[in-house]
């Protein structure tokens, strides 16, 4: 199975992350990335790659000019209302959304782009205490920071790992500037974005995660821990912009995990309880917010509780380090009083991304394989997208999916 793996020990931001990436491409699908990108129509936008080195190290970093200018940072401060700042130009998340759904690009890319940036405007918008649609970015630092999710989105579209697994993220620490002030590390929407992560701050002061890499990590990244058991074929260093005592980079590494065999392949965390005095809306809000904090999959069955009173059995399932975290949640979203914990050996089959080409474009397959079993499945997501942007019946480009799939 070809896996991707991020070592983010100092953490990322977008541009070491698409510097990574790029350099994982070979000779002709690095001129490649960058006649799609410098094509793309942004406006003023151009990447140019320069070999550069940090502590010792050589890697790439990838400018990513305006108008021949470079961004400081490779985030958009954003912010709520306007505050009278008439003279800079800002985007908002509805036109940024515009200007990525009309870039030549594959739809698969733009569908991740949309999502990726979706999901830096909601948690600007929770940082800032203001609707989506008030959060506001000086336009050329919002410009950069398309291009450095859409450079992202298109290097991983063009590699096409089977899976991505990234490290704990090293946030950094002390205080960050914007547009409101000084803030702490990691800076609020950056924190929002982590939610659920697995991230370690230090001795290293300043913001080494910035809402962008965060964004990206959390929307691609399958798993965050160590680095599984890869035969590794290629590494890729993408450098940061600036300098500090150890090596300012990403790494990535591209090769194929072994399969794991021979008793359960992994651990998995049930937390139980039952509850029989909450209403459908109520119990319906608790186990979407339980998923959206970072469980792995919620479900209720209904129950006799004592007295005779009719109730649900309410499951969480987690991963082990997430035990604590989310049994507070639990306690806190719910009526119960008390959690069950327990520890489970869990058998599963490994998850695979792969893409088969339809007449709408490219779609993702999920495949889950492992002791000699397979299951293959189009990705609703995908079918979903390419039936609304085509105008067609979902059934339809179901069934077409289905007959490519069947013929390979």
Known sequence: MKTLYLECRMGAAGDMLLSALYELLDHAGKQKFLDAMNGLGLPGVHLEPEHRATCGIMGTHMHVKIHGAEEEQ???????????????????????????????????????ARAVYDSIAQAEARAHGCPVGDVHYHEVGALDAVADVTGVCLALHMLRPDRIVASPIHVGSGSVRCAHGVVPVPAPATAALLTGIPTYGGAVQGELCTPTGAALLAHFSEAFGPMPTLTVEQVGYGVGSKAFEQANCVRAFLGEEAPSSGGPNGEIVELVCNIDDMTAEALSFACARLLELGALDVYAVPGTMKKGRPGQVLTVLCSPGQE?????????????????????????????????????????????????????????????????????????VLEEVLRRLAGN
């Open 74 to 112: 490779d985030t958009p401060c954003a912010h709520g209302h306007d505050h009278g700042h008439s003279h800079h130009h800002h985007a908002t998340p509805d036109s940024i959304a515009s200007l990525i759904d009309r870039l030549p690009l594959p739809t698969m890319v733009c569908l991740h």
């Open 324 to 396: 604590d975290r989310l049994a507070r949640h639990i306690l806190a979203l719910t009526a119960t009083n008390g959690v069950r914990v327990r520890r489970c050996g869990k058998y599963f089959l490994t998850p695979v991304l792969r893409s088969v080409d339809t007449p709408w474009g490219p779609l993702r397959i999920k495949r889950a394989e492992g002791f000699g079993i397979s299951h293959t499945k189009p990705e609703y997501d995908d079918v979903a997208a390419l039936a609304r942007a085509n105008g067609l019946p979902y059934q339809s």
